[in-house]
Every structure is written in structure tokens, then in C-alpha cells.
């Protein structure tokens, strides 16, 4: 049986605050995963397949900003709001890695948006908008 290797980098789809989700490059090593989320990281399974969303374990608690709502892939209700930035990757190992091109294409285009949140009628409703460009420096 072949031992496996860490890989150093892995391309996952990151997905900033107020921000366009985007394909990203990262370390592995636990201070660069925490670099990428703001602190001590946690992991969170929503997905049938083997990946999983990687973020900041005290975001909500923190009062990090809210990121992107995640829903149930059958019926669209919302599960959880990440609050900060987060990333995901492929978790079918014992350590992180890459996500494959279609993987990345599908999780690009679904988190694609920046989410503002609302209260209706006693839910909460994710809305995507466009972000703004940022004014030009004088």
C-alpha cells in the first residue's frame, strides 16, 4: 500500500465577505489554513460528497462579518450562515486537498455572490448582490 503525502498547496474556492467567490492557492500547514480563516478553524459537512467548507470556529461569536448562507441541496432552506471568510476543499483523505475542475467550476458559480441577510416574516433570507469596485484612490 502506497503512503500518501501531504500536498504543500491546494486549490480550493474561496469566498471572502462582500466578495466574488475565486479560485485560490493555499498552504496546508496549520498556520496557513488559520491565516486564510482569521483564526482557529473548524470543519463543516453539508455536502454529500467529499468536500467540505473550512472556516473560522469563532466567526459568529467573534462578530465577523456574515459570508454566505449554506442550503439544503433538496429543498433550498437555509442550514447555517458562515460568518468570515472560508474555503472549500476536498476532504476525502486524511488532509486537506485540491478540488477537482468540475468541482471548482460548480462551487464557484454557487457561491458566486455576496449575500446580505434579512429578516421576513420571521425567516431569514439570503439575498446575492453585486459587490462594488472600489473608488479609485486619488
Do not use: H
Not at 439544503?72 to 442550514?79: A, F, P, R, V, Y
Amino acid at each position: 500500500m502506497m503512503e500518501e503525502t501531504k500536498e504543500d498547496k491546494i486549490r480550493v474556492v474561496l469566498v471572502e465577505p462582500g466578495k466574488y467567490a475565486r479560485e485560490a492557492e493555499i498552504g496546508t500547514s496549520l498556520s496557513e489554513l488559520q491565516e486564510v480563516c482569521y483564526g482557529l478553524i473548524q470543519t463543516f459537512y453539508p455536502f454529500e460528497e467529499m468536500v467540505c467548507i473550512v472556516c473560522n470556529d469563532e466567526g459568529k461569536i467573534n462578530g465577523m462579518p456574515l459570508n454566505r448562507a449554506i442550503k439544503d441541496t433538496e429543498t433550498g432552506e437555509l442550514i447555517d450562515i458562515i460568518a468570515g471568510p472560508f474555503f472549500i476543499c476536498d476532504c476525502s483523505t486524511e488532509n486537506f486537498g485540491s478540488l477537482s475542475q468540475e468541482q471548482m467550476d460548480r462551487f464557484l458559480e454557487q457561491f458566486k455572490n455576496p449575500e446580505r441577510f434579512y429578516r421576513i416574516d420571521g425567516e431569514i433570507v439570503a439575498v446575492p448582490y453585486e459587490p462594488k469596485a472600489k473608488a479609485v484612490e486619488r
